[in-house]
Nanobody, 125 residues
Framework: QVQLVESGGGLVQAGDSLRLSCAVS????????MGWFRQAPGKEREFVAA????????GYADSVKGRFTVSRDNGMNTVYLQMNSLKPEDTAVYYC??????????????????WGQGTQVTVSS
């Protein structure tokens, strides 16, 4: 069992920065890839970024590449999403999710086994 808790969301203005955290507990060494997803009102949940636990391989959606950075801490029990140059279209509930299968591709939402409760990010213009 893996428990995930997101934090760090809030209300910011366009161009500002925000850092989201995903705290991992339970079987902390069992995840292969940690993904970040977001869901805006009336839209489907979409992939944002991901990182593998051991090798630290990262991937990003085209819409956030160059602005967002995903990372993990030394103990591998916290994953971060640094969001710079925020835009109003980044407004959404942001979720972290753990994929335990090393053979899975990073983008499909169905590949992730555990999800956090989400944290709201609102970017005003």
């Amino acid at each position: 069992q893996v428990q995930l808790v997101e934090s760090g969301g809030g209300l910011v203005q366009a161009g500002d920065s925000l850092r989201l955290s995903c705290a991992v507990s339970g079987r902390t060494f069992s995840w292969y890839r940690m993904g970040w997803f977001r869901q805006a009102p009336g839209k489907e949940r979409e992939f944002v970024a991901a990182i593998t636990r051991i090798a630290g391989i990262t991937g990003y959606a085209d819409s956030v590449k160059g602005r967002f950075t995903v990372s993990r801490d030394n103990g591998m029990n916290t994953v971060y999403l640094q969001m710079n140059s925020l835009k109003p279209e980044d407004t959404a509930v942001y979720y972290c999710a753990a994929d335990l299968n090393p053979s899975s591709r990073p983008l499909p939402i169905g590949n992730y086994d555990y999800w956090g409760q989400g944290t709201q990010v609102t970017v005003s213009s």
